[in-house]
């Protein structure tokens, strides 16, 4: 009986110190673990209960295993499993073939399924997003990439006139389940062409669906879903998130594309944020903690539609809000947050809510000037500090 705990309980403890405590593991899988360790520790034998939980939780860990994946890697593959689960899905743009994309995410791709599933186009975004729109009338499922985000500005009647409208102006006739996707936000000193954040751009466009993924975990999950939407959906991804590296589950899986992601569970602030500034405001929490503050920290992972429902009972526990985005501050993703917050839940707040947000420049090039115009870790502490005084 000593031996069969020991067999569990070290099995349990190795999914425990493999899984890493990531927001999408299972609470309960860990707290089963520890409590089977203690057991075995003192010595004490398990129940006949104890044992089947124990089998319970040990059999998902050996079927449900996970791989290791930067975050381009876990789009290419989301990518790559949705081709091959629909042929109807199709890839376009600038160098996504036989190169492989700019950030390598449509790498191997192909070679695996054909230049006619995955083409490449010339330098042209009105024509080659156009074509892709075109393409999902006639009931494909393209995944238009920009090389850039900020060159999708040239397709800007494409996306808003065509993508997002065609639905209502045809009269339900067609449907547009279109990806749009590629890098945008502030990298290292990539000058303000290449600095665009798009997400202000196009929140405001009807009938379009805007997501930003954060992890590898999110990134595939929502990559996926956005493939399966019958929506046209914007997949923001961050030029300095992708070589993060994560452990993924090796099962099918997709994220809800209008459901926001808790980081961070907390009692005194809510800090709503998405992107790279997930990090920032990560590492700014650990400074807050040691301070004595519990922020609770929400990903919203989905820009429009907002998840209200979360963000709300966010915001009646901790009756006070915090914003930090990299978007500009005038007419960006914060504006549009705090009046859905005011509207909605303004009776539940203490305190005005703030908003941490790029300043209203273009992008620098020097490295020390660039730095200025986002925020900062520090920044974030200081806001907390004076919303809960």
């Known amino acids: 009986m000593y031996i069969c705990s020991l067999c569990f309980c070290v099995l349990l403890w190795s999914y425990v110190a493999l899984s890493n405590f990531c927001i999408h ?67 376009m ?26 083409l490449d186009t010339p330098i042209a975004e009105n024509s080659f997003t156009g074509m892709g729109i075109g393409a999902a009338m006639t009931g494909l499922r393209p995944v238009v990439e920009g090389m850039n985000m900020g060159f999708l500005l040239l397709a800007f009647n494409q996306i808003s006139n065509n993508c997002g409208m065609l639905h209502y102006t045809s009269g339900g006739q067609f449907t547009i389940p279109i990806v749009i996707r590629g890098p945008g936000g502030v990298g290292r000193q990539l000058g303000a062409e290449h600095s665009q954040r798009l997400e202000s751009y196009f929140q405001s466009i009807p009938g379009i669906q805007m997501v930003a993924c954060s992890t590898p975990y999110n990134a595939k999950g929502l ?72 922020p609770e920290v929400i990903d919203i992972r989905s820009l429009k539609p907002f998840d209200l429902y979360t963000i709300g009972n966010s915001v009646k526990k901790t009756h006070r809000v915090l914003i930090v985005e990299e978007c500009m501050r005038t007419g960006g993703i914060g504006a549009s947050l705090i009046a859905a917050i005011t509207e909605n839940f303004n009776d539940y707040l203490d305190a005005p809510i703030m908003c941490l947000s790029s300043q209203d420049v273009p992008t620098p090039y020097a ?6 115009t986002v925020v900062q870790p520090a920044q974030i502490v200081t806001a907390v500090e004076q919303l809960c005084q």
Request: aromatic share 14%.
């Open 25 to 91: 593991t299972c609470y309960y899988n860990h707290v089963f673990c520890f409590a089977f360790f203690f057991i075995f520790f003192y010595g004490q034998l398990l129940t006949p209960f104890q044992y089947l939980l124990s089998g319970i939780y040990l059999t998902r860990y050996l079927l449900y295993s996970r791989h290791e994946l930067l975050l381009f890697e876990a789009l290419q593959e989301g990518l790559e499993e949705e081709m091959e689960r629909d042929l109807r899905v199709c890839v």
């Open 93 to 118: 743009g600038e160098d996504v073939g036989h190169y492989g994309g700019s950030y390598k995410v449509t790498k191997g791709l192909a070679k695996k399924f054909g230049d006619l599933r995955v």
């Open 223 to 294: 990559m996926k879903a956005a493939i399966r939407s019958e929506n046209p959906v914007i997949l923001f991804e961050h030029v300095l998130l992708y070589n993060l590296k994560e452990r993924i589950p090796d099962e099918d899986y997709i994220c809800n594309l209008e459901q926001a992601e808790m980081v961070r569970p907390g009692e005194h602030v809510t800090i709503l944020t998405y992107s790279r500034m997930r990090y920032h405001v990560m590492q700014a929490a650990k400074t807050l903690v040691n301070k004595g503050y519990d």
């Open 367 to 372: 490295g020390t000037l660039e730095e200025v």
